[in-house]
């Protein structure tokens, strides 16, 4: 399985900053995604990021507010930009293992304060 | 979408075998069936995936009947250890990847 970290594991936040969170995998992915995890709540879907074409958000997300990078096959970038203390909450990065069957590996994830 | 049902919460024992299951009515033809481990302040830990019928692995047993529309997850002989959220996860990239959604989860709780 894949290894994945994450950068900064955690952070606080002034509202109105932009924060940018890397995702770094330990081998080539094709498929990587990024969820949001308020205290206490379940996983949200973000985006799904293929490399070298633009990611793909879900219903209620836009790219002005989460833009994300996927520069090569191991990286990738979430920010979160212009914040507010509603965007508190865990962003969890995960890749896909095995093509298509929906098993992911997930990092541990980066807790974002903003006051 | 094929929406996942689980129960909220549930309690155990050490040394006891505890089986969560999830119900997935409108599962696809392309779905897989996939659980999830997670503990406070930590991304999910994969646990088992299958498509029918039982797969085994050394850490849990996944039974799927005939009909795909449940799963059950068996973790036999729970340790404190295994105190954690339980998500049950259904879909594919087949059938889009919007489909990977996380329910609310099982808190699985596991007492002396």
């Known amino acids: 399985s894949a290894v994945i970290s994450q950068k900064p594991s955690r952070d606080i936040c002034q509202r109105g900053t932009s924060l940018t969170i890397q995702c770094q995998v330990d081998?080539?992915?094709?498929?990587m995604f990024w969820y949001r995890q308020q205290p206490g709540q379940s996983l949200t879907l973000i985006a799904t990021a293929n490399q070298g074409s633009e990611a793909t958000y879900e219903s209620g997300f836009v790219i002005d507010k989460f833009p994300i990078s996927r520069p090569n096959l191991t990286f990738s970038t979430l920010t979160v930009s212009n914040m507010s203390p509603e965007d508190s909450s865990i962003y969890l990065c995960?890749?896909?293992?095995?093509?298509?069957?929906?098993?992911?590996?997930f990092g541990p994830g980066t807790r974002l304060t903003v006051t | 979408l094929a929406k996942t049902t689980q129960p909220i919460s549930m309690d155990s024992y050490e040394g006891q075998e505890v089986n969560i299951t999830c119900s997935h009515n409108n599962i696809a033809t392309n779905d897989y069936i996939t659980w999830y481990q997670q503990f406070p302040s930590q991304g999910p830990r994969f646990i088992i995936q299958?498509?029918?019928t039982k797969v085994t692995n050394e850490v849990a047993s996944l039974f799927i009947p005939a009909d795909r529309k449940s799963s059950t997850l068996s973790l036999p002989r729970v340790s404190l250890s295994d105190t954690a959220v339980y998500y049950c996860?259904?879909?594919?990239?087949?059938?889009?990847?919007?489909?990977?959604?996380f329910g609310k989860g099982t808190m699985l709780l596991v007492s002396p």
């Open positions: 081998s080539q992915v094709t498929m």
């Open positions: 996860l259904v879909g594919s990239s087949y059938s889009g990847y919007s489909t990977l959604t």
């Open positions: 995960s890749v896909e293992d095995r093509g298509g069957r929906g098993e992911q590996y």
């Open positions: 299958g498509y029918k």
